[in-house]
């Protein structure tokens, strides 16, 4: 690295050294500003770490220099290196005739920069990885990329070797800064040296003081006290080098969210979130001091950082047993999901915990995080609330994310996509009185794809947008073909909102298709209305202008929804399927719905119960005079000819419950 002061600490800049004008086009293709792979990876992690840091990292694009000789990527690096702009890393193919080859090139660069980050790109070479170690500094930071290359090996590395120079730079700075402030306090000290002992002594112990205070600041936590990232990640690189030293030395991380922090930020307030990260992080530090926290008497060292929004983590650096550490994880578990007092509202929240282990050999402290996180988005996926070792298999459930959002831009060309309906039955009546229209993914390799993994794909590539406005001209194109339903009702997602073409695609798709908009219903969730309230409010306001009726679906899981019906104007709520009790006789639940179907009543909405499976729920419904309810008892969600003929037969819908 740079000991210049100037140096770009912010530098996205890779140098491509290599005599072949297709691996430049590769690299360009791969790495560049708007490359697919690279942007799929950012958003992948974006998606798997959460936060801010993480959300504008998956922003990042890469520029890249090509050099097509030895010399020529030389005086590149060094005039770069000069300016204060420096490149991050270099790719050195190593036979490059006629000039230098890429040992030359490499010993070249490192004259001047031994700490440069170099990748070897070949598929051969002319010297023995011996001879390329004895003639070039800090052979161990070289790192090799055989040719043929895969897209994502090269992300990767381009990503861990930034996000390794972004953690030096920073270190670097707070190191300046450091060293700036005690030469300050050391002049400030010399001048009163002359004037007044007593007095110095006080301003050396003030300079020991402040010097103290901001490397604590360095490297803590300011919300919750504990060590932050960049502490976390120094003492995690003592770790994987001591492991590599000696393998019984083990070591294990875990990695940390909390599940359903996000409601909390949207419903309550940033500082309500913060309150939350706080007491999150006390609990975190008096767990590991408890005595029911196994890994204080497993290991010499435990220590427990912040990285950023609500993702922790844990080091138990020098284990002896692997079932003790799941054991501290599992006390972890226990000592979150106990409830959480925020300024008088009682918040139930519990986590999610990934470990990993030394055993699977890590080269660095990034892959260990990385496989943690993995683990940890695994356990999310298991149901919440509960710790998962990490496990090689669990890479290939992220290469399929990957995968899917590639695919995704296709999947609309190639009409993989299709609209199914589901009925939505009268409880009087017996009968369908409205369908919701439901988006499904044929996919050509893997078959149907849950919506649960595509559509949070589609929001973050923002193909939602294209995708709602198809399915609305979809349901306004069936509308015609079913007259004895009242209705249909489709999903609006929160980032539709945000969308300033949202409104204007509507309008089009009810002209073309000369709908009329009373039969449509546009279904809500309390969640998408909390990015911006004000937006969303507007949004509903049109809508309702236009003709169409706006629900307010999964009523009743968010924090505030009696305060959403207070603040918008809607037509009606669906009533989440959490709401009716396994047991169908519990008090509780009947007494839920009671109230839902009075509140219902008495703003003049309509009510329809999701989730009915089984004819006990009927009955119950039925009694409690719930007009409306949708469920697997009735349909599943069905392709369009499958409801025709659902809607044909109507004795298919009926249950044959006495009202």
Request: hydrophobic share 40%.
């Amino acid at each position: 690295m740079s000991d210049d002061n100037n140096s770009n600490s912010n530098s996205n800049r890779i140098l491509v050294i290599d005599d072949s004008p297709a691996i430049h086009e590769d690299f360009q293709k791969i790495l560049g500003s708007g490359a697919a792979n690279t942007d799929e990876l950012d958003a992948m992690e974006a998606m798997m770490l959460g936060g801010e840091e993480e959300a504008e990292a998956a922003e990042m694009s890469f520029e890249l220099t090509h050099a097509h000789q030895g010399e020529e990527g030389y005086n590149c690096y060094r005039q770069a290196k000069e300016a204060g702009d420096p490149f991050f890393m270099v790719f050195v193919d190593m036979r490059m005739p006629p000039g230098w080859d890429g040992l030359q090139t490499i010993k070249a660069i490192r004259q001047i920069d031994d700490e440069a980050a170099i990748v070897v790109c070949t598929a051969y070479s002319d010297h023995s990885w011996e001879e390329i170690a004895e003639q070039c500094n800090n052979f161990d930071k070289l790192l090799i990329l055989k040719k043929p290359f895969d897209p994502i090996e090269v992300t990767s590395l381009a990503k861990s070797l930034h996000e390794r120079w972004e953690l030096q730079m920073q270190a670097r700075l707070r190191t300046d800064e450091l060293e700036r402030l005690v030469r300050l306090r050391t002049s400030e000290l010399e001048i009163e040296l002359a004037k007044d002992k007593d007095r110095m002594d006080q301003l050396e112990q003030a300079v020991a003081e402040r010097t103290a205070e901001l490397r604590k600041l360095a490297f803590t936590d300011k919300l919750t006290g504990l060590p932050n990232r960049v502490q976390f990640h120094d003492v995690l690189i003592d770790a994987v080098a001591a492991n590599q030293r000696d393998p019984g030395h083990a070591y294990a991380v875990m990695f940390i969210d909390f599940d359903g922090f996000k409601t909390v930020n949207d419903s309550l307030g940033h500082d309500s979130g913060d309150l939350l990260i706080q007491q999150i992080g006390g609990r975190l530090k008096g767990a590991m001091e408890g005595k029911d926290f196994i890994a204080r008497d497993i290991s010499p060292l435990a220590l427990a950082a912040r990285l950023g929004g609500d993702e922790f983590c844990v080091l138990i650096d020098g284990y002896q047993d692997e079932s003790e550490v799941m054991a501290s994880a599992h006390a972890l578990l226990e000592a979150f999901k106990q409830p959480y007092d925020i300024g008088g509202t009682v918040i139930n929240s519990s986590a999610s915990i990934g470990v990993t282990l030394s055993r699977f050999n890590y080269d660095s402290a990034e892959d260990v995080l990385r496989d943690a996180d993995t683990a940890m988005y695994a356990a999310k996926a298991g149901g919440r609330g509960m710790a998962m070792l990490f496990e090689e298999s669990m890479h290939e459930s992220a290469k399929l994310q990957m995968a899917l959002k590639n695919d995704m831009h296709l999947a609309m060309d190639e009409d993989q996509l299709a609209v199914w309906y589901q009925p939505i039955v009268s409880l009087e009546s017996q009968h369908a009185i409205g369908a919701e229209a439901l988006l499904r993914w044929m996919h050509p390799e893997y078959g149907m794809v849950s919506p649960m993994d595509f559509i949070p794909i589609a929001e973050e590539s923002g193909l939602i947008c294209e995708m709602g406005a198809w399915v609305l001209e979809q349901v306004c194109l069936q509308l015609a073909r079913f007259p004895k339903l009242k209705y249909m009702s489709f999903n609006v997602s929160r980032y539709q909102f945000a969308d300033p073409t949202f409104i204007d695609r509507f309008d089009q798709v009810i002209a073309r298709t000369g709908v009329d908009p009373g039969r449509l219903v546009a279904e809500v969730t309390e969640s998408s209305m909390n990015q911006d309230a004000a937006v969303a409010a507007q949004c509903i306001k049109q809508m309702r202008n236009s003709g169409m009726r706006v629900y307010l679906d999964d009523f009743g899981t968010g924090l505030s929804s009696l305060g959403a019906l207070r603040n918008l104007t809607v037509d009606g709520i669906k009533l989440d399927r959490s709401f009716l009790d396994d047991t169908v006789f519990s008090r509780r639940a009947a007494a839920i719905i009671d109230s839902a179907v009075t509140l219902a009543n008495d703003l003049d909405m309509q009510l329809i119960v999701e989730g009915v499976e089984s004819v006990e729920q009927v009955a119950m419904l039925q009694s409690l005079r719930c007009p409306a309810a949708q469920g697997y008892l009735f349909s599943r969600p069905v392709p369009e000819a499958d409801l025709s003929q659902l809607l044909a037969k109507p004795s298919a819908l009926s249950v044959k419950i006495a009202a």
